[in-house]
């Protein structure tokens, strides 16, 4: 008997002692030095061999992970993504990387929720398109997207998502075009690129994470309920003659859970007067921090989208940006100025709990 009470009692101590390193590791900020951001990122997001606390289950799919290419000269396994996707099974538990080719993909591809632990890889030099014209009027905005990931620990690195709709010119219903749709828990891009006007990148709900990445729209293009992190990654705002610019629209339903956190990225484009966001649903949340705003941002800096009673609901704020539209004067008077304390939860890997699950962008033997 003895001897049970003292294995549960070591059971117990390591369990606590795996939390303890989780929440260490989850609760260190970004640093506010863009040039200490790689010795941050290597600290605090190791390769498995070195990491511990990570999910059980990606602990088991990282263990031996398979390789199937996708080429346009049918050189690989396939010659389209889909078919690539259709070859993973139902309730896949291991690692699948699909090689992706450079070339142009025209594909509407969907990866299916039954299907986790799937990687897009593109050569850093020759990085593949993903390319469809999809648009609301045809599917509904959200299932207009030119990839949907709708399944858990998806990554994709050097991927270029595009959807090649033509501009929403006001006329036309249902104009809008989504490039990436993400739906799944815990995904990571690394080095992509979503491309489109309106409705470019839906980060519809889950923990993901945008590192080194670029996104660029017009009108609301990036929304949805998704609790992500953005890092070191350039938001191009593309100028709307007919429509307010908007780069965020967060679709937060209550004063709990889910937000936008953008950390040293940099805003860029050809806008006059575009929002970082507006109040598309009465309780955004979306920060920005250490980023370079440009010259594209309006005075005001926000919208409450018409709806004056979600100034109050509303948690829009910022923190040591800097650039032409970082000028907090004429900011709308319920923006926040986050201090050190209030803007630290933002500036943490525990805003998506990023120790259960992050890893360093892959790196495949081909």
């Given at each position: 008997?003895?001897?049970?009470?003292?294995?549960?009692?070591?059971?117990?101590?390591?369990?606590?002692?795996?939390?303890?390193?989780?929440?260490?590791?989850?609760?260190?900020?970004?640093?506010?030095?863009?040039?200490?951001?790689?010795?941050?990122?290597?600290?605090?997001?190791?390769?498995?061999?070195?990491?511990?606390?990570?999910?059980?289950?990606?602990?088991?799919?990282?263990?031996?992970?398979?390789?199937?290419?996708?080429?346009?000269?049918?050189?690989?396994?396939?010659?389209?993504?889909?078919?690539?996707?259709?070859?993973?099974?139902?309730?896949?538990?291991?690692?699948?990387?699909?090689?992706?080719?450079?070339?142009?993909?025209?594909?509407?591809?969907?990866?299916?929720?039954?299907?986790?632990?799937?990687?897009?890889?593109?050569?850093?030099?020759?990085?593949?398109?993903?390319?469809?014209?999809?648009?609301?009027?045809?599917?509904?905005?959200?299932?207009?997207?030119?990839?949907?990931?709708?399944?858990?620990?998806?990554?994709?690195?050097?991927?270029?998502?595009?959807?090649?709709?033509?501009?929403?010119?006001?006329?036309?219903?249902?104009?809008?075009?989504?490039?990436?749709?993400?739906?799944?828990?815990?995904?990571?891009?690394?080095?992509?690129?979503?491309?489109?006007?309106?409705?470019?990148?839906?980060?519809?709900?889950?923990?993901?994470?945008?590192?080194?990445?670029?996104?660029?729209?017009?009108?609301?293009?990036?929304?949805?309920?998704?609790?992500?992190?953005?890092?070191?990654?350039?938001?191009?705002?593309?100028?709307?003659?007919?429509?307010?610019?908007?780069?965020?629209?967060?679709?937060?339903?209550?004063?709990?859970?889910?937000?936008?956190?953008?950390?040293?990225?940099?805003?860029?484009?050809?806008?006059?007067?575009?929002?970082?966001?507006?109040?598309?649903?009465?309780?955004?949340?979306?920060?920005?921090a250490y980023t370079n705003l440009g010259g594209v941002i309006s005075p005001q800096g926000w919208s409450d989208n018409a709806h004056p009673e979600r100034d109050h609901t509303a948690f829009f704020g910022e923190y040591q940006n800097t650039?032409?539209?970082?000028?907090?004067?004429?900011?709308?008077?319920?923006?926040?100025?986050?201090?050190?304390?209030?803007?630290?939860?933002?500036?943490?890997?525990?805003?998506?709990?990023?120790?259960?699950?992050?890893?360093?962008?892959?790196?495949?033997?081909?």
């Open positions: 008997m003895m001897a049970g009470k003292l294995k549960k009692a070591v059971l117990v101590l390591i369990v606590a002692l795996f939390a303890a390193y989780v929440d260490a590791n989850d609760d260190v900020p970004i640093p506010a030095q863009k040039g200490q951001l790689s010795s941050w990122f290597s600290a605090n997001v190791q390769p498995l061999s070195a990491n511990k606390g990570l999910d059980p289950a990606l602990v088991e799919a990282e263990a031996n992970p398979k390789v199937i290419k996708v080429t346009k000269d049918g050189s690989g396994d396939f010659k389209t993504i889909t078919e690539a996707v259709n070859s993973v099974p139902s309730g896949n538990s291991k690692r699948v990387i699909i090689y992706i080719g450079g070339g142009e993909y025209h594909e509407k591809v969907t990866i299916d929720r039954s299907k986790p632990f799937i990687t897009f890889y593109g050569a850093p030099n020759n990085m593949p398109t993903i390319s469809y014209a999809g648009t609301a009027a045809q599917y509904g905005t959200v299932d207009s997207a030119t990839l949907i990931v709708g399944s858990d620990y998806f990554v994709g690195a050097n991927i270029i998502i595009k959807n090649s709709a033509p501009r929403p010119d006001g006329v036309r219903k249902g104009a809008q075009a989504v490039a990436l749709r993400v739906s799944g828990n815990k995904a990571t891009f690394y080095k992509c690129k979503m491309l489109g006007f309106q409705d470019t990148l839906c980060d519809d709900r889950g923990y993901h994470f945008f590192k080194d990445c670029y996104i660029e729209g017009s009108v609301d293009f990036i929304f949805g309920s998704g609790t992500s992190l953005y890092l070191n990654t350039e938001l191009h705002v593309i100028g709307d003659p007919l429509m307010e610019s908007v780069i965020t629209a967060q679709a937060r339903q209550s004063v709990d859970g889910t937000g936008y956190s953008f950390v040293h990225c940099t805003v860029t484009g050809n806008a006059k007067d575009a929002v970082l966001g507006r109040a598309w649903m009465p309780y955004p949340r979306v920060i920005f650039g032409a539209s970082a000028d907090e004067a004429g900011r709308v008077d319920y923006v926040k100025n986050l201090n050190d304390g209030q803007v630290k939860p933002f500036l943490t890997l525990k805003f998506i709990e990023g120790s259960k699950w992050l890893l360093p962008p892959p790196n495949p033997k081909l």
